[in-house]
């Protein structure tokens, strides 16, 4: 018996270590992109994340001043000015991008015609030369700087206020809400049939719902598309709601089946002595025992159909009045989606609302369980 007792400890340490590997493994780049998404463009693309709060190195170049900023000091003209930009550090300059640090601040350097250019340490720069400058375009200076840590929100403020992302929020609410309410209505009528009702062909429907889990969304669009062009629907909201109801519907009966299978069955029976119909028996004991699984499809459908973007190109459009959250999004991010830091703030702003309705179902989907778990008198 103790090892018998052992070995169950030791499986239960197995089970919360990978339980927390798996957190820490998902919950770790959250707080990475979570992070970047309040950085600058240079900083993200010069270090990662979690060197966030720390200063970073980055090479650079800014232009000295031209001919109309010279001043004449004695038998010399001078171009002088500041490169440097506030908490910024300098450590090296140079006037070539083949060696953008061959010199240290302050040093003196020689150019062509005379000329000779200085770099301080504050990053003020002084330019001399024996003759009258002519130049229309200052030269370029290269600078190896030490940057301070930078956090902004213009990259939020970026996104919210993206040409047309209003509209396209609500166009994805529109999308959304009725794809997951009109597959759980009909997954749960079907699931109810099948898991209680005796009527031939029940276990031919049954493997025929499980086949159609493995059927890829992808080999489906085309038909699908024609299909609904042949009878009129084309590219709008009824199309695109019962597109995900098709695509969603194998999934919700086969849980919701698998959950009223374990039902008690004396309720049940005792309901229908007492003369009850099969709509009384599912409306006032089959959904209440199944809201655990209702409320854990219905945040599942949810979260596929809020972030969506294949399903709603191909049935909805791409038109501006038409586009969802997630069109506007790629748009935004342009065709090399070089951006990361708009992809960053773009993440967050668009898991918002699935992440209060992960959070509001989760509440009720504890009391569901409970509420299934007690007896009454």
Request: aromatic share 10%.
């Amino acid at each position: 018996m103790d090892n018998i007792a052992g070995t169950k400890s030791c499986l239960v340490w197995a089970v919360n270590l990978a339980a927390l590997a798996l957190v820490l493994l998902w919950t770790i780049p959250t707080f990475g992109l979570l992070v970047s998404s309040f950085r600058d463009r240079d900083q993200i693309s010069t270090s990662g994340w979690w060197r966030a709060p720390m200063s970073a190195e980055s090479t650079g170049f800014e232009r000295a001043g031209t001919a109309a900023d010279q001043v004449a000091e004695g038998d010399l003209w001078v171009i002088s000015g500041e490169l440097l930009q506030e908490g910024q550090g300098l450590r090296a300059w140079g006037t070539s991008s083949r060696d953008p640090s061959a010199y240290t601040p302050g040093e003196t350097v020689a150019l062509k015609d005379g000329q000779e250019l200085t770099v301080s340490e504050t990053g003020t720069y002084r330019l001399t030369s024996p003759t009258e400058f002519t130049e229309t375009r200052g030269m370029r200076i290269f600078l190896t700087t030490l940057d301070p840590p930078r956090f902004t929100t213009e990259n939020y403020a970026r996104v919210i206020g993206a040409e047309g992302l209003g509209r396209a929020f609500m166009n994805t609410f529109t999308v959304t809400i009725p794809a997951t309410v009109i597959p759980i209505l009909i997954a749960a009528f079907a699931a109810y049939a099948l898991a209680w009702m005796e009527f031939p062909g029940r276990a031919l429907l049954v493997a025929g719902v499980v086949g159609l889990l493995v059927v890829p969304l992808q080999l489906a669009l085309i038909p699908l598309l024609k299909l609904h062009n042949d009878i009129g629907l084309g590219k709008g909201y009824m199309g695109i709601w019962l597109a995900h109801t098709g695509f969603g519907l194998p999934l919700a009966i086969y849980l919701l089946r698998n959950y009223m299978v374990g039902l008690p069955r004396e309720i049940i029976e005792s309901a229908r002595v007492d003369g009850a119909t099969e709509f009384q028996i599912f409306r006032r004991i089959i959904l209440p025992l199944s809201f655990p699984a209702l409320a854990s499809f219905a945040i599942f459908q949810f979260l596929w159909v809020w972030n969506d973007l294949l399903v709603a190109t191909v049935f909805l459009g791409n038109s501006s009045d038409q586009l969802v959250m997630t069109g506007v999004l790629r748009e935004l991010l342009g065709s090399r989606g070089g951006d990361w830091e708009i992809l960053a703030a773009s993440a967050f702003i668009s898991i918002a609302v699935p992440l209060f309705v992960f959070f509001a179902m989760q509440k009720y989907l504890v009391r569901g369980l409970l509420a299934g778990s007690v007896k009454g008198g």
